[in-house]
């Protein structure tokens, strides 16, 4: 697997789909892509490279969160 940080995301074949960048850096796909029309994939496609690409360079800063717009979410410290 090679994730890009500029350009298209890609996969292995089209049946896998997209790899998508958690805010904690975890990976996975997109669940129900081989369902998706070809408008759907490429809004989720356009969606995922500017967030991945935003998630990636916040990883690489020291891990800010990053909301899902892919700006930056104020920091909200978890009890316990």
Do not use: F, Y
Not at 46 to 59: D, E, F
């Amino acid at each position: 697997h090679v994730l890009k940080e500029k350009g298209p995301a890609s996969s292995l074949g089209d049946s896998l789909g997209p790899l998508v960048v958690h805010k904690d850096g975890t990976l996975s796909r997109v669940a129900n892509w081989e369902a998706m029309t070809d408008e759907e994939r490429n809004r989720t496609m356009r969606v995922l490279c500017k967030r991945n690409a935003a998630r990636l360079a916040n990883l690489k800063q020291g891990g800010a969160s990053i909301d899902d717009s892919g700006k930056q979410a104020a920091a909200v410290a978890e009890p316990g």
